[in-house]
């Protein structure tokens, strides 16, 4: 398999190539050629696979001749070992067709540790047997640095260097990061919020004094191995609902629409999927952009929903290139427009082939609690601010007789203020989390500028030898 650049200027690399470089040089993002399918009696035949099985059925024809089956198994089995749910990624009925998939059974209790636990084992795996050392830069609204985090934390070859918005992340979510004391976690609060800090990542990548010097790789979901992760638990749902003879629906908590993406690589890929509803909290530049194509970029509004708080949001930009005819200058063009002005219109084409798959709803405060609410008094479930965007989104929907899944992406003691302001229940953080309050944290505190945070990186990091 080979990926090649939303840009179209950077060179086309495998598997192995794209996912330690992370970002392509030409600042766009790495897809595959092609899309690979699956028959409907392959799709059929997953039913019954344990998690980890089922990953290496969905990701083997994207890693290519990188890895060979059985190395790609052991690392799955090694990933999804550590997750503390025996099916991994666990479906929960709320009611005749509204489920949940609950994503947040890894280390640090998000969904982003079922990507990034493999994330890690792949970078080990690739660096075996080289000189070469990784320096990771990354930016997290929360969620992301902490999985990254636990995912390298002392791993030989690899130095991340994490960037939080200042005041912008809850407690949980920063102590989970900055408690973390192993010499190669370098943990960043930054004055601005997370699209700056996104913004400042690709900057550095495009700075040569660092990307010179520094073997710089990703670990946010500009990283294709992050997505390629993703689609797995699409397949693992929709095939205990009934797929692929019946067709399942999504509801998908956005921001930078990293997770709905790879729901959208799984219906390329075969899956029949009825409909992918972008939820998103009132930072809401993806649902405007999808009901008239208006992707212009407003001030981020701090919510209950910080990982979400997100205005730019990444990989819209392969959605983009794929439904634009995958034609490198012209995205090109489109993202330097949109880096311009901070605002764009999708083209017909772009807008016309959304139109098949995906809806999108923009959820308010109000609405958000009101679902917490439901699922604990009608079902007895507690769910986490961000889970309850996608589910109020979900309730919105009219799909007779198709089963609505909506991704759990984080479990509520992560957010325990707002979900006791919402539901009166205090969740508890699992015993697995530990004594995170009692913990020492480390971290520093930058202007959100390149001077300032790559001076830092450039005095931290050690370059690749
Ligand atoms: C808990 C939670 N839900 C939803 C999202 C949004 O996911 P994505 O950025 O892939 O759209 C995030 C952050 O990415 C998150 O941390
Ligand atoms: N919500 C995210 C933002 C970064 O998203 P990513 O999926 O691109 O890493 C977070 O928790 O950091």
Same mark, same amino acid.
């Given at each position: 398999?080979?990926?090649?650049?939303?840009?179209?200027?950077?060179?086309?690399?495998?598997?192995?190539?794209?996912?330690?470089?992370?970002?392509?040089?030409?600042?766009?993002?790495?897809?595959?050629?092609?899309?690979?399918?699956?028959?409907?009696?392959?799709?059929?035949?997953?039913?019954?696979?344990?998690?980890?099985?089922?990953?290496?059925?969905?990701?083997?024809?994207?890693?290519?001749?990188?890895?060979?089956?059985?190395? =790609?198994?052991? +690392?799955? @089995?090694?990933?999804?070992?550590? /997750?503390?749910? !025996? &099916?991994?990624?666990? #479906?929960?009925? %709320?009611?005749?067709?509204?489920? =949940?998939?609950? +994503?947040? @059974?890894?280390?640090?209790?998000? /969904?982003?540790? !079922? &990507?990034?636990?493999? #994330?890690?084992? %792949?970078?080990?795996?690739?660096?075996?047997?080289?000189?070469?050392?990784?320096?990771?830069?990354?930016?997290?609204?929360?969620?992301?640095?902490?999985?990254?985090?636990?995912?390298?934390?002392?791993?030989?070859?690899?130095?991340?260097?994490?960037?939080?918005?200042?005041?912008?992340?809850?407690?949980?979510?920063?102590?989970?990061?900055?408690?973390?004391?192993?010499?190669?976690?370098?943990?960043?609060?930054?004055?601005?919020?997370?699209?700056?800090?996104?913004?400042?990542?690709?900057?550095?990548?495009?700075?040569?004094?660092?990307?010179?010097?520094?073997?710089?790789?990703?670990?946010?979901?500009?990283?294709?191995?992050?997505?390629?992760?993703?689609?797995?638990?699409?397949?693992?749902?929709?095939?205990?609902?009934?797929?692929?003879?019946?067709?399942?629906?999504?509801?998908?908590?956005?921001?930078?629409?990293?997770?709905?993406?790879?729901?959208?690589?799984?219906?390329?890929?075969?899956?029949?999927?009825?409909?992918?509803?972008?939820?998103?909290?009132?930072?809401?530049?993806?649902?405007?952009?999808?009901?008239?194509?208006?992707?212009?970029?407003?001030?981020?509004?701090?919510?209950?929903?910080?990982?979400?708080?997100?205005?730019?949001?990444?990989?819209?930009?392969?959605?983009?290139?794929?439904?634009?005819?995958?034609?490198?200058?012209?995205?090109?063009?489109?993202?330097?427009?949109?880096?311009?002005?901070?605002?764009?219109?999708?083209?017909?084409?772009?807008?016309?082939?959304?139109?098949?798959?995906?809806?999108?709803?923009?959820?308010?405060?109000?609405?958000?609690?009101?679902?917490?609410?439901?699922?604990?008094?009608?079902?007895?479930?507690?769910?986490?601010?961000?889970?309850?965007?996608?589910?109020?989104?979900?309730?919105?929907?009219?799909?007779?007789?198709?089963?609505?899944?909506?991704?759990?992406?984080?479990?509520?003691?992560?957010?325990?203020?707002?979900?006791?302001?919402?539901?009166?229940?205090?969740?508890?953080?699992?015993?697995?989390?530990?004594?995170?309050?009692?913990?020492?944290?480390?971290?520093?505190?930058?202007?959100?500028?390149?001077?300032?945070?790559?001076?830092?990186?450039?005095?931290?990091?050690?370059?690749?030898?």
């Amino acid at each position: 398999m080979r990926y090649v650049s939303t840009r179209g200027a950077a060179p086309v690399l495998d598997f192995r190539g794209a996912t330690l470089a992370g970002l392509a040089s030409d600042g766009g993002l790495y897809v595959p050629e092609t899309w690979p399918t699956l028959s409907t009696d392959e799709i059929a035949a997953l039913a019954g696979l344990s998690y980890a099985d089922t990953a290496v059925r969905i990701m083997l024809p994207f890693v290519g001749d990188c890895l060979t089956e059985d190395e =790609l198994r052991g +690392l799955c @089995h090694a990933a999804y070992g550590r /997750f503390s749910h !025996v &099916a991994v990624t666990p #479906l929960v009925q %709320l009611d005749h067709d509204q489920w =949940l998939l609950e +994503l947040f @059974h890894g280390p640090t209790l998000a /969904f982003k540790d !079922v &990507a990034l636990q493999l #994330l890690g084992l %792949l970078f080990e795996r690739f660096l075996t047997g080289t000189d070469k050392r990784l320096t990771i830069i990354g930016a997290t609204s929360g969620d992301t640095g902490s999985a990254a985090i636990d995912a390298v934390a002392g791993r030989e070859g690899v130095d991340i260097f994490m960037l939080h918005p200042v005041g912008r992340v809850s407690e949980v979510q920063r102590r989970q990061m900055t408690t973390v004391l192993a010499p190669n976690v370098h943990n960043i609060a930054i004055e601005g919020d997370f699209d700056t800090a996104q913004a400042l990542v690709k900057t550095m990548f495009a700075t040569p004094a660092l990307a010179d010097t520094f073997a710089l790789s990703a670990v946010n979901s500009i990283n294709w191995a992050r997505l390629m992760a993703q689609v797995v638990y699409y397949f693992y749902a929709a095939v205990r609902l009934g797929g692929p003879g019946k067709p399942v629906a999504f509801s998908v908590p956005t921001g930078n629409f990293g997770d709905v993406f790879a729901g959208y690589v799984a219906s390329r890929m075969g899956l029949p999927i009825a409909k992918l509803v972008v939820a998103t909290n009132v930072n809401d530049i993806l649902h405007r952009a999808l009901t008239n194509g208006d992707y212009s970029r407003g001030l981020v509004e701090q919510t209950a929903t910080p990982s979400m708080d997100i205005q730019v949001s990444s990989n819209f930009e392969r959605l983009l290139f794929d439904l634009g005819g995958r034609d490198g200058k012209a995205q090109a063009a489109q993202m330097a427009g949109f880096d311009a002005d901070g605002a764009m219109r999708l083209t017909n084409a772009q807008q016309q082939g959304a139109a098949g798959l995906f809806g999108s709803e923009r959820v308010d405060g109000d609405d958000m609690a009101m679902a917490m609410r439901w699922a604990h008094e009608k079902a007895g479930e507690i769910v986490d601010p961000h889970t309850a965007i996608g589910l109020a989104a979900a309730r919105r929907q009219s799909l007779p007789d198709v089963p609505i899944v909506t991704l759990a992406t984080a479990h509520p003691a992560k957010f325990v203020d707002a979900v006791e302001r919402a539901t009166g229940a205090r969740p508890t953080l699992p015993a697995r989390v530990g004594d995170l309050f009692e913990r020492e944290e480390r971290y520093v505190t930058l202007p959100a500028t390149l001077a300032a945070v790559g001076d830092y990186v450039a005095a931290h990091a050690r370059p690749s030898r």
